[in-house]
């Protein structure tokens, strides 16, 4: 079955950076494009990023761009969240989720990793 | 950006009742409107993708419905493992973006 698993979360302080990683098995890694949605505590859902199934094409959103970036390696069925410049606004659980096809809507979703900036 | 306003924010209800949310998008985004469900601590799970479509496993009590700007999701006869909160979600337009939320309580 789909499975998706999220790591790398933790506590850190503002300005400092954060690398994410999501392993990804169960299905054919390297045909879906994949998200990044997260969630501040107590809070609804803000979608992150987006990326192609080939990493060809990476969209954000504007709470995050020019801070984050988006990757991924399908020859090891994982996709990345880099995290620069981290703001206490960034807390939340980091999800990250399967696309529908490529430019969908988030079908499966991981258990999330928590990520604290905190000084 | 476009702004999915849900409605009500919060909703007792009671098990076997019918219930309605709406999301309401603030320009047209044709079909691309899906809706997820998350109970505590859990991840969010896909219900209905494309405003009428169901996902894979999802109960037939789920059903949604819609286009251009406005779109409900329908649990009918609602079960106590239905409370949760609700979430619409468009990606007919960059940046994605997320409907508030609609947290039901099962009375």
């Known amino acids: 079955q789909v499975q998706l698993v999220e790591s790398g979360g933790g506590v850190v302080q503002p300005g400092r950076s954060l690398r994410l990683s999501c392993a990804a098995s169960?299905?054919?890694?390297?045909?879906?494009?994949m998200h990044w949605v997260r969630q501040a505590p107590g809070k609804g859902l803000e979608w992150v990023a987006v990326?192609?199934?080939?990493?060809?094409?990476?969209y954000y959103a504007d709470s995050v761009k020019g801070r984050f970036t988006i990757s991924r390696d399908n020859s090891k069925n994982t996709l990345y969240l880099q995290m620069n410049s981290l703001r206490a606004e960034d807390t939340a659980v980091y999800y990250c989720?399967?696309?529908?096809?490529?430019?969908?809507?988030?079908?499966?979703w991981g258990q999330g990793t928590m990520v604290t900036v905190s000084s | 950006e476009i702004v999915l306003t849900q409605s009500p924010d919060f909703q007792s209800v009671t098990p076997k009742e019918k219930v309605t949310i709406t999301c309401r998008a603030s320009?047209?985004?044709?079909?691309?409107l899906h809706w997820y469900q998350q109970k505590p601590d859990q991840s969010p799970k896909l219900l209905i993708k494309?405003?009428?479509q169901s996902f894979s496993g999802v109960p037939s009590r789920f059903s949604g419905s819609g286009s251009g700007t406005d779109f409900t999701l329908t649990i009918n006869s609602l079960e106590a493992e239905d409370a949760a909160t609700y979430y619409c979600?468009?990606?007919?337009?960059?940046?994605?973006?997320f409907g508030q939320g609609t947290k039901l309580e099962i009375k």
């Open positions: 989720a399967k696309d529908l096809t490529d430019y969908g809507a988030p079908d499966i």
């Open positions: 320009q047209s985004i044709g079909s691309s």
């Open positions: 979600h468009q990606s007919s337009s960059l940046p994605y973006t």
């Open positions: 990326i192609s199934y080939d990493g060809s094409n990476k």
């Open positions: 169960g299905f054919t890694f390297s045909s879906y494009g």
């Open positions: 494309y405003a009428s």
